[in-house]
């Protein structure tokens, strides 16, 4: 039985070595690309720092991401506030507007990343942070300002910063036991004297007699993972997506029966449809 509805999930790159180690892109649906050359430059650099962190040895390994991580984290989430909050315009501020000239579509560059589970993804901290920056590059890709050549608006940057935001609050508080009050201020950032007394193994429980070092045979070299690096334009990238399979086998029910009358579902074959402060998300 064929799927009635297309997705806004991750999409698997079905592309080997790569799908089998479960590495997925944002869903930019049918918006291959943008009017605005910030927002282009912006998406582009989420995407590589993305990549960058999510194929570390951290993301393979069970324990707390080491401060190497964290500190490219803190990094990451400061930069995109800063560009976000530095270009960001209400609107009872006026824009720039093109005049004469009209802005040229800029492609999406799509930096495919470990996303679905797999021995290369195994870290459950990484792995939120993962899945909250993909749902944020979703929105971003197919945010409705992307028709806007050459003004980011606060609504923009309060819609996609929000994850950001979630982001900055968990690896603060969670992670580097910091006061809530002071993560969730507005004008929180991340600063060197943060990291200095992160001790992650003071709460978190140690499983190594029970952990392995994961698949160490084989990995990725900077070489194999460059391509990923430099990133694919948009509009060729789609014929090597698809939906992530969801069956029986993947939702641990191997061997259940299906209730009488009804039909397995094959998803895996669909294919993808052609301090300042940041306000909070528009309501």
Known sequence: MSTTFGTDRPLLYDVEPWASRGFAVPNFGDNIGTLSVPLRNLADEIGKAQLYIMTHEDAMRTQPPSRNTVERL???????????????????VLRI????????????????????????????????????????????YQHSDNNL???????FAADVYQYFREITRLVGVELLGL???VVNADTFVFLPEHYETYSP?????????????????SLATEDDIRPLFVGIPANLIVPNLKQYPVGASDLGL?????????????????????????????I
């Open 179 to 181: 006061s809530p009050d």
């Open 74 to 92: 803190g990094k990451l989430c400061n930069r995109i506030k800063s560009v976000l909050a530095s270009r960001q315009k209400e609107y009872n």
């Open 97 to 140: 507007e093109e005049g004469h000239a009209s802005p040229d579509l800029r492609i999406w560059n799509i930096h495919p990343v470990p996303y679905f589970e797999s021995a290369v993804l195994r870290n459950h901290w990484l792995s939120e942070y993962n899945q909250l920056c993909m749902i944020a590059l979703t929105n971003f």
């Open 254 to 282: 191997a061997g259940a029966s299906l209730p009488e009358g009804a039909e397995a579902v094959d998803v895996g074959t669909a294919t993808a449809a052609p301090g300042l402060s940041i306000g909070q998300p528009q």
């Open 149 to 155: 050549g050459l003004t980011v608006t606060a609504a």
């Open 201 to 217: 193994d003071q709460l978190v429980i140690s499983y190594e007699s029970l952990d392995t070092p994961g698949p160490v045979q």
